[in-house]
């Protein structure tokens, strides 16, 4: 019998979802699952995507080299709209405000993280999604202590590829369908209810009366997820059961 389906494994699922129907467009995912999420969709339903290894080579979803990316190419598709990041947060507000910088003022921060690095240039670029393995108010709060990714609140005229595609945390999918632009619980894992899910946010979470549960992977999926990309199962020790 196939064993039963992991949280993390609904995780790779949502997070592969972002690049379906994608096209020819570099995607560039951050963690763990993240990167077996792409690489299931390039496996299955979006072949034409292009991956990286993160240096200057295009490459396959087994790793072997497809071509070469030199820098000045991937800055062509990072400005024009043709790459999907998918990045973390260390918070995150209901407009998709994303913030690796610091916690507390900018001044005298109580916590200092990554820094902006390159948030704006990918919000306001290209499409971006975030992936937020610990769901919490810390992650999901009111106000950002400093705006890195830009959220559809504060994205400027003549923006014309900023799309914030969606949010996969380890309890549900999010996404920002709703008139005013603001987050909205798009489907739940397996196991988690809208209860917990609006507990462990730090502002009012759009959710409509009956919210589906994310998809289940086919056996095919699986089949990549657990004997082709992630044989070790680095999945399941970036996500809690």
Do not use: K
């Not at 820098?71 to 400005?79: I, N």
């Not at 407009?95 to 306001?124: D, K, W």
């Not at 009366?209 to 997820?225: F, G, K, N, W």
Request: aromatic share 6%; net charge neutral.
């Amino acid at each position: 019998m196939t064993n039963p389906v992991t949280r993390a494994e609904y995780c790779v699922v949502a997070c592969a979802e972002a690049w379906r129907g994608a096209g020819e467009v570099l995607a560039s995912p951050m963690g763990t699952i993240p990167s077996i999420g792409a690489r299931l969709a390039r496996l299955t339903f979006s072949p034409d995507l292009l991956l990286t290894d993160g240096e200057a080579l295009l490459v396959d979803a087994d790793g072997a080299v497809e071509g070469w990316l030199p820098y000045r190419r991937h800055l062509t598709l990072v400005t024009g709209g043709r790459r999907h990041v998918m990045m973390g947060a260390s918070q995150l507000d209901r407009y998709g405000n994303q913030n690796i910088s610091c916690v507390g003022g900018h001044e005298r921060p109580a916590r200092q993280l990554l820094g902006v690095r390159g948030a704006p240039v990918n919000t306001l670029n290209n499409p971006t999604s975030y992936w937020i393995p610990r769901h919490s108010p810390r992650v999901f709060v009111e106000r950002v202590d400093m705006v890195c990714g830009v959220g559809y609140d504060r994205v400027p005229a003549g923006a014309r590829f900023h799309r914030l595609v969606r949010v996969v945390s380890d309890l549900g999918v999010f996404d920002f369908a709703t008139p005013d632009r603001t987050m909205r619980l798009a489907s739940l894992h397996p196991g988690v209810t809208v209860e917990q899910v609006l507990a462990a946010t730090g502002f009012p979470l759009a959710a409509g009366a009956d919210v589906p549960y994310t998809r289940t992977p086919d056996s095919e999926e699986l089949r990549l997820i657990r004997e082709v990309i992630d044989p070790g199962g680095a999945r399941e020790r970036e996500v809690r059961g």
